[in-house]
């Protein structure tokens, strides 16, 4: 069965840069967008970026200048570069792939990893 393995976050003081990584770890067809979901404690899960097969990017306000979402769709690799981090990105990172196929539309998620931004 298809996953998305995630990797990438960790505890880090603020200021300071992750990158997150998120791989099928099968071939996926027809993916439309990649994106990057957060959710903190007690808040709804929210986008954060994502990346659509026409190359239209996406942002959240919340850290547009600060991240930057990358990937490869055809490669079913996407990956989030988060610098200038702050607290409120403490969140667990989840990636995501929708598709569309024979009349179903598909998403994928990835585990989750925890970002924590602390000093």
């Known amino acids: 069965q298809v996953q998305l393995v995630e990797s990438g976050g960790g505890l880090v003081q603020p200021g300071e840069s992750l990158t997150l990584s998120c791989a099928a770890t099968?071939?996926?067809?027809?993916?439309?967008?990649m994106g990057w979901y957060r959710q903190a404690p007690g808040k709804e899960r929210e986008l954060v970026a994502s990346?659509?097969?026409?190359?239209?990017?996406n942002y959240a306000d919340s850290i547009k200048g600060r991240f930057t979402i990358s990937g490869d769709i055809a490669k079913n690799t996407v990956f989030l570069e988060m610098n200038s981090l702050k607290p409120e990105d403490t969140a667990v990172y989840y990636c995501?792939?929708?598709?569309?196929?024979?009349?179903?539309?598909?998403?994928?998620w990835g585990q989750g990893t925890q970002v924590t931004v602390s000093s």
């Open positions: 099968e071939s996926i067809s027809s993916i439309y967008v």
């Open positions: 995501n792939f929708k598709s569309w196929r024979r009349g179903l539309n598909n998403d994928y």
């Open positions: 990346i659509r097969n026409d190359g239209f990017l």
